[in-house]
């Protein structure tokens, strides 16, 4: 059974930086062999891609609104981060990590953005 753990979440203020951590565990094949994304949902919206890996191209795609600030990369073993900077108070939200083929996803952790 898959299973991810996110951590680094927090308060910070606006313009400061934040790092998501994602460690994944079951997934059967090698690591590097996964998309890994990463998601958002705010109080009161639907939850929103916010940008992927695919580990073996290292190809990444971002939403248009966080691109140029936020992000992602694996560091290894089985560990997807998320640099976020620059960060706004509309970047408040739960993030979650996601693993597309496997549908699975981790408890997510909070992030705010406040002065």
């Known amino acids: 059974q898959v299973r991810l753990v996110e951590s680094g979440g927090g308060l910070v203020q606006p313009g400061g930086s934040l790092r998501l951590s994602c460690v994944a565990s079951g997934l059967p094949r090698k690591f590097d062999e996964y998309v890994m994304s990463w998601y958002r949902q705010a109080p009161g919206k639907e939850r929103e891609l916010v940008a992927y890996?695919?580990?073996?191209?290292?190809?990444t795609r971002y939403a248009d609104s966080v691109k140029d600030r936020f992000h992602i990369s694996r560091d290894n073993p089985n560990n997807t981060s998320l640099q976020m900077n620059a960060l706004k108070p509309e970047d408040t939200a739960v993030y979650y990590c996601?693993?597309?083929?496997?549908?699975?996803w981790g408890q997510g952790t909070s992030v705010t953005v406040s002065s």
């Open positions: 996601n693993q597309p083929s496997s549908n699975s």
């Open positions: 890996n695919i580990g073996v191209s290292g190809k």
